[in-house]
């Protein structure tokens, strides 16, 4: 089965062929960045019409780089939600109507879903089940993963996800737009232990993150240098980066630690964004040699958002049997333990 799978649920653009038995054939990706930058933030409306101006080239493209023509593809398999509501109608508009056209089924891809099996592209991939922490921009969450479609969510962000508390921190700190990677890059020359952040939630039970007091934190920390006539120079900056992004890893760590201790998973999946940080990466790596639990994630360009991990998503639910009417949908909202394995009535 060869799946055409398309990615428009923020601001990249994206389009990929996955094949039962090819794997992986093509993908494209196209990302907005310099269009919102100048904002500062993604503006909904000009993300949907970038994604109208960009996507038929990119199907083009994948179809053109995978060797296939309309009649090699047995399905289409497009993000549903969640994200912004505007653009996912982009792509849901496209897929359904290419699959109408070609005569194929077409499946709406919970974009959670396809960050989860994202290191399934991988050479040596992980096999159900695992623990996943899956921290990106919109979310933070920890998930109890038994096969496709069954996820237990242990905890998740109660205010600002991971990606979006380093997003604003680096707007404090001056950096460019989007500023999650730039202030990982700014953290790698800072000096440890020259600022302390505190580890939201620690002291509490349970799985769920909050890291609106982490990011109040950071904003009385560097308001406080600058009234006391501090310069923030760039060691300054780098060392605030650091301290901040510490917290925020040993945070998720130690969640994760906890997780794995009272699920008793031997494989963590870590995916979206931010697991593309090299500390987060580090650390965890690190704490799966000492419990001997296998630690997976995705390259780094299947971190962020792209059709090839919607493409294989879509191709595991149209071979279990899974297929939509005519109806196009797209959800804002969608909690990912709502979904159910393709075969389950």
């Known amino acids: 089965m060869r799946v055409l799978g398309i990615e428009t649920s923020c601001d990249e653009t994206a389009a990929a062929i996955y094949d039962g038995a090819g794997g992986l054939l093509a993908h494209r990706l196209f990302s907005q960045i310099d269009l919102h930058a100048k904002y500062g933030g993604v503006v909904p409306e000009l993300a949907s019409r970038d994604h109208v101006r960009k996507l038929v080239p990119l199907v083009e493209e994948v179809m053109e780089a995978s060797g296939s023509n309309s009649t090699d593809i047995h399905g289409v398999a ?4 969640p994200g912004l509501v505007g653009a996912l109608l982009v792509g849901a508009a496209v897929g359904r109507s290419l699959a109408y056209g070609w005569g194929v089924p077409a499946v709406g891809v919970h974009h959670l879903e396809g960050h989860l099996l994202a290191p399934m592209l991988e ?29 237990r969510i242990m905890g998740s962000s109660l205010d600002d996800a991971a990606g979006e508390a380093f997003d604003k921190t680096a707007k404090m700190l001056g950096l460019p737009y989007p500023g999650g990677p730039h202030l990982a890059r700014l953290a790698e020359s800072g000096r440890p232990g020259k600022f302390q952040f505190p580890r939201p939630m620690l002291d ?46 040993d945070t998720l760590a130690t969640k994760v630690a906890r997780a794995l201790a009272e699920t008793g998973a031997t494989s963590l999946v870590v995916a979206g964004g931010v697991g593309a940080n090299k500390h987060l990466r580090q650390t965890l790596l690190a704490m799966g040699q000492r419990k001997g639990v296998r630690v997976s994630y995705p ?24 297929h939509e009417d005519l109806a196009i949908r797209a959800q804002a909202r969608w909690p990912i333990d709502q979904l159910r394995p393709p075969n389950a009535r």
């Open 299 to 322: 390259r780094p360009e299947f971190c962020t958002d792209n059709a090839a991990m919607i493409a294989y998503a879509g191709y595991l639910r149209l071979e279990g049997g899974q």
């Open 123 to 151: 050479p040596d991939p992980p096999a159900f089940p695992f623990l996943a922490l899956l921290v990106s921009g919109g979310h933070t969450l920890i998930a109890e993963v038994t096969g496709l479609g069954q996820y």
């Open 204 to 249: 509490r039970p349970g799985f769920d993150f909050s890291f609106s007091g982490l990011k109040t934190a950071v904003v009385v920390t560097v308001r406080g240098l600058q009234s006391g006539g501090t310069q923030l120079d760039d060691q300054t900056r780098a060392d605030v980066a650091r301290a901040f992004q510490d917290a925020v890893v």
């Open 78 to 81: 497009y993000t549903s939600g």
